[in-house]
């Protein structure tokens, strides 16, 4: 099956660093990668829509200078929080979208296991 | 934001027991998902329902969509201490569109 991994799975940093996160579709091409962000008991939001190639489309209220996002290959896209703050601290989770792949009437989305983390 | 509302917030059950819970949305869709999540892990995909479907099963899982209320239902028959994990359902607008997730719901199975 389809498997998205992340890298680091946690990280903690000092106040100040940027921090990269990977995410990567180990045995399908991915032309469409999501990043979604998500607080302790609470639902994961959409932060941005990575496509490969292109700039990537955030969504409303998150700070595109302060959440880099780098989508260079159809197997990898980056997460940059720059200059990490401790609001900043949280799951972080990404998903793919197989470009071959349709499941029901859209294509099937398949998350990565997340990365934690925390800003001291 | 977040497309939608699930109830209950959180549900606590005995071993065995069905579980349901419920996901209501705001605007039409092309189709409702349900995903699990243990704590602190990434999510599992359950089950795709398309928005001309209104009933689907999939092993223990049973989902139904009523898209004239906007709403649909995750049971769970026969529970085990192992589906304890959050149940999140997410809708796509159109197609190859963003997921939106709602709010999830905290399922406790005690054994």
């Known amino acids: 099956g389809a498997v998205v991994s992340q890298h680091p799975s946690r990280v903690i940093c000092k106040s100040g660093t940027s921090v990269k996160i990977e995410c990567r579709s180990l045995?399908?091409?991915?032309?469409?990668m999501f990043w979604y962000r998500q607080f302790p008991k609470q639902s994961l939001m959409l932060m941005a829509t990575?496509?490969?190639?292109?700039?990537?489309?955030?969504e409303q209220g998150v700070e595109k200078d302060k959440f880099l996002i780098n989508h260079a290959s159809l197997t990898l896209s980056t997460l940059t929080v720059t200059s990490a703050h401790p609001e900043d601290s949280s799951f972080y989770i990404c998903?793919?979208?197989?470009?071959?792949?349709?499941?029901?009437?859209?294509?099937?989305?398949?998350f990565g296991p997340g990365t934690r983390l925390t800003v001291l | 934001s977040q497309q939608g509302e699930e109830d209950p917030q959180a549900l606590s059950i005995q071993e065995g027991e069905n579980a349901t819970m419920n996901c209501s949305y705001k605007?039409?869709?092309?189709?409702l998902q349900w995903y699990r999540q243990n704590s602190g892990r990434g999510l599992v995909h359950l089950i795709l329902?398309?928005?001309?479907?209104r009933e689907k099963h999939s092993g223990r899982l049973r989902v139904t969509l009523d898209t004239s209320k906007k709403s649909s239902s995750l049971l769970i028959t026969a529970s085990r201490a192992a589906d304890t994990a959050s149940y999140f359902c997410?809708?796509?607008?159109?197609?190859?569109?963003?997921?939106?997730f709602g709010a999830g719901t905290i399922l406790r199975v005690k054994s």
């Open positions: 998903s793919a979208r197989d470009r071959f792949v349709r499941s029901g009437s859209g294509y099937e989305q398949f």
């Open positions: 045995d399908f091409q991915a032309t469409t």
């Open positions: 990575s496509n490969e190639g292109s700039k990537a489309t955030y």
């Open positions: 605007t039409s869709i092309n189709n």
């Open positions: 329902i398309r928005s001309n479907e």
């Open positions: 997410a809708t796509e607008r159109g197609y190859g569109n963003k997921l939106v």
